[in-house]
């Protein structure tokens, strides 16, 4: 076909091959990514300090991150921030880190938002 790229550069999705995972640092409060072929880690949310802010980057704060989900889209990350008792999500793009879920307290109530609670 004219104007073709040659098969040695062309470039395939290929489902299953992953460039990175993200995972909770739990005393550092952070969530970190690996990057799968050189082992690189950098920091995509959370400020070092134990705590529970909302914010983009290293304005965010978690506090034990200690489960680490990925939308189906790729697109957030899902993260159960331990002893804040939240679900929180991050925006894998930008770092912003939301609360999706619970009040902080510990407990078991249902709810949507901030009327839910997690122990732990």
């Not at 909770?24 to 880690?41: L, S």
């Amino acid at each position: 076909r004219r104007g073709a790229v040659p098969p040695t550069t062309r470039r395939r999705h290929q489902p299953g091959r992953q460039r990175a995972v993200c995972v909770g640092d739990w005393g550092n409060h952070k969530i970190r990514r690996v990057e799968v072929a050189t082992g690189a880690v950098s920091t995509l949310a959370g400020s070092g300090t134990s705590g529970s802010a909302d914010g983009v980057g290293g304005m965010a704060q978690f506090y034990g991150t200690v489960g680490v989900t990925v939308s189906p889209d790729g697109s957030a990350l899902f993260v159960a921030d331990h002893l804040n008792h939240k679900i929180r999500r991050v925006e894998v793009a930008t770092g912003a880190v939301t609360t999706l879920a619970g009040s902080g307290e510990e407990g078991d109530a249902d709810g949507v938002g901030d009327p839910a609670e997690f122990c732990h």
